[in-house]
């Protein structure tokens, strides 16, 4: 199992910054693959950026050259810096993990989530 908690979160105006954590424990290979993601309020969720135990990244369109995923292995601390900030970039943000497959990669649906941290961007 794998435990997942969330941090950083807050309220900022446009053009601002936030760092999102995420600290992990449990089984280290189910956080092989990890991710953040948000939900917007009446929207559904959505993946913002994911990486995988070799470096690799993913970035959703809206987010890409504003925001940057990092882990920190030593610590099992996944981070979001958030820069840059837009009021579309106002949801409840998500940490989740996963073993990688059987072919090395992330899987498409994550295992373990966290509650959650909101941040909120004002215009």
């Known amino acids: 199992q794998v435990q997942l908690v969330e941090s950083g979160g807050g309220s900022v105006q446009a053009g601002g910054s936030l760092r999102l954590s995420c600290a992990a424990s449990?089984?280290?290979?189910?956080?092989?693959?990890m991710g953040w993601f948000r939900q917007a309020p009446g929207k559904e969720r959505e993946g913002v950026a994911t990486?995988?135990?070799?470096?690799?990244?993913t970035y959703a369109d809206s987010v890409k050259g504003r925001f940057t995923i990092s882990k920190d292995n030593a610590k099992n601390t996944l981070y979001l810096q958030m820069d840059s900030l837009k009021p579309e970039d106002t949801a409840m943000y998500y940490c989740?993990?996963?073993?990688?497959?059987?072919?090395?990669?992330?899987?498409?649906?994550?295992?373990?989530w966290g509650q959650g941290t909101r941040v909120t961007v004002s215009s």
């Open positions: 989740a993990s996963d073993s990688m497959t059987l072919a090395w990669e992330c899987p498409a649906e994550y295992s373990y």
């Open positions: 449990g089984s280290t290979y189910r956080t092989y693959c």
């Open positions: 990486i995988d135990s070799f470096g690799g990244t």
